[in-house]
Nanobody
Framework: QVQLVESGGGLVQAGGSLRLSCAAS????????MGWFCQAPGKEREFAAA???????YYADSVKGRFTISRDNAKNTVYLQMINLKPDDTGVYYC?????????????????WGEGTQVTVSS
């Protein structure tokens, strides 16, 4: 089992940047593939980015070129660097972990979730 805690959210103007962090504790972090999801008010949780155990990455089309996911296994942490933020990026960002697939893009493929961190982008 692994516990996940997100941080780094906040209020930013359109065009600004934020870096989210997700600290993991529990079982060996390196065995998990990780993902970031965003849930806007009244909407379903949507896939944003994923990173494999090997470090390979995959992005939703809506964030490609603006978001970068990375991991530091020595620090048991996964990051989401977000630049050129848009009001549509507003939502609660959740970090998630799974060990069955190299890359997973559906929320129901993930086993463990953090509590989320709020990102608000003003226009």
């Amino acid at each position: 089992q692994v516990q996940l805690v997100e941080s780094g959210g906040g209020l930013v103007q359109a065009g600004g940047s934020l870096r989210l962090s997700c600290a993991a504790s529990g079982r060996a972090f390196s065995i998990y593939a990780m993902g970031w999801f965003c849930q806007a008010p009244g909407k379903e949780r949507e896939f944003a980015a994923a990173i494999a155990r090997s470090g390979g990455t995959y992005y939703a089309d809506s964030v490609k070129g603006r978001f970068t996911i990375s991991r530091d296994n020595a620090k048991n942490t996964v990051y989401l660097q977000m630049i050129n933020l848009k009001p549509d990026d507003t939502g609660v960002y959740y970090c998630a972990a799974q060990y069955r697939k190299n890359i997973a893009t559906r929320w129901d493929e993930y086993d463990y979730w953090g509590e989320g961190t709020q990102v608000t982008v003003s226009s």
